[in-house]
């Protein structure tokens, strides 16, 4: 069997230096929670799934979404974009939205603000980070996330379920937006996947939510992979958040890495700059060349910042079961047209100009026809001895008198100087 190691320095890509020009450092170690980590309650360990529907038109099949196992990390490879999005208008971000709560910037790393801007948003590993516009009650609110599969995006849940306001009415997606340019253009949300336990006890640890959207908008894209690793393995990463912040009019993407202040069993907490709007921002590092998604951002204060954790039960019974069975979009499938009583059950075709017997790429029909109202159909008068401003024809009608005062045409002969005679073989 292949070491993950392997796997990885094969399929991975040059990382591209654009993203580690970053060079903040941790100034302390990360504190790894052991006594939280050890505690065996069953509630740590329980979660249940619940999902809400936007479009029922949408079928899915399963497949496999291959996942690999070295020692106590799971992952699941990254995906470059397979296909070049071709169009040549760019969709026009004219959106509005607001945080969902202020938040400040921490600044402190370095005593200012250390977030970055993004100004190449297409370039890889930031094509794949979107921007939200999310609807409650007609409100619109921004947003972030990433994509993690070719229609599948990973958020914060309390982006798609507020508990004053409920389920989100619509949430549109604008991947790589760049102030007003949506080089992807919009893609709306299909179904979404969250835990009964934000949805019942709002538990923070369970603030995430994965997004099917209708379009595998991820194949232009490319999406990033998941990893769960362990305390020792993840103490050593320099982590990213990136996201569109709302001091930035949510039009802007911006990042910043550092490493983890402390880790438990199902969040993070971190001293890396975040405003309002960047909840549901990936936090995600560079691991074998390539880009792999460890969490969510999800919540802000004035001491450190936290997003909640892809645990491994997380990876297994969550993310990788609802991309697994999710993974296409059953294009032959299409929603039932609508019925009505009025349609026969074989309908005969119908012409709304009247059959022409003359045309010869039009076949008459003369077998009767369902009567059919055509607004702009001449109809088709039928021939009668009683029609008006008609000039009968005359018959033509001779005598025997008549036939006597033609004139004979004369027969040519053989003897006529004017003929030629016929000759075999001339």
């Not at 941790?26 to 479009?55: K, L």
């Not at 379920?161 to 604008?174: E, L, R």
């Not at 000039?391 to 030629?420: E, F, W």
Request: charged share 20%.
């Amino acid at each position: 069997m292949f070491m993950l190691s392997s796997i990885y320095n094969f399929f991975s890509q040059p990382s591209d230096s654009s993203f580690e020009n970053f060079s903040s450092q941790a100034q302390y170690p990360t504190q790894i929670d052991e006594a939280e980590a050890a505690e065996t309650d069953a509630r740590d360990n329980t979660f249940s799934i619940v999902d809400h529907v936007y479009d029922p038109s949408l079928v899915f099949v399963k497949d496999i979404f291959n996942h690999y196992r070295e020692k106590k990390t799971l992952s699941t490879l990254p995906q470059h974009p397979t296909k070049e999005y071709i169009k040549q208008k760019v969709l026009i971000y004219d959106k509005q939205p607001q945080p969902f709560e202020e938040e400040n910037v921490l600044m402190k790393v370095s005593g200012k603000d250390g977030r970055e801007r993004i100004l190449n948003t297409i370039q890889w590993p930031y094509r794949f980070h979107a921007q939200l516009n999310i609807i409650f009650k007609n409100q619109a609110y921004g947003g972030s996330g990433s994509m993690v599969g070719p229609h599948h995006l990973l958020t914060c849940a309390h982006n798609v379920y507020d508990h004053k306001k409920g389920w989100a009415d619509k949430i549109s997606v604008y991947l790589a937006l760049n102030e007003s340019s949506a080089p992807f253009g919009e893609v709306e949300v299909a179904k979404v996947y969250t835990f009964k336990n934000w949805i019942e006890d709002k538990d923070p640890r369970f603030d995430m939510a994965l997004l099917i959207l209708k379009r595998s908008i991820g194949k232009y894209t490319g999406w990033g992979g998941l990893l769960s690793g362990d305390e020792a393995e993840l103490d050593q990463e320099t982590v990213h958040i990136t996201g569109y912040p709302g001091d930035k009019h949510f039009k802007q993407m911006w990042s910043m890495d550092h490493k983890l202040h402390v880790i438990h069993p199902e969040e993070f907490e971190y001293e890396i700059d975040t405003y309002g709007g960047q909840s549901g921002s990936a936090i995600w590092i560079n691991k074998y060349g390539s880009t792999f998604i460890l969490g969510v951002h999800t919540l802000g204060s004035n001491v450190t910042n936290k997003g909640v954790r892809i645990s491994q039960k997380k990876f297994t019974d969550f993310l990788l079961k609802i991309i697994s069975e999710t993974w296409k979009i059953d294009k032959s499938i299409l929603p039932p047209l609508p019925s009505t009583s009025s349609v026969s059950p074989n309908p005969q075709p119908v012409l709304c100009i009247p059959p022409n017997p003359h045309v010869p790429h039009i076949p008459f029909n003369p077998q009767p026809t369902p009567s059919v109202s055509c607004p702009n159909a001449r109809p088709r008068p039928t021939p009668s001895a009683s029609r008006p401003n008609v000039r009968p024809r005359p018959t033509p009608s001779a005598s025997l008198d008549d036939i006597s005062k033609v004139r004979p045409r004369p027969t040519p002969s053989v003897s006529s100087p004017n003929v030629r005679p016929y000759r075999r073989g001339l």
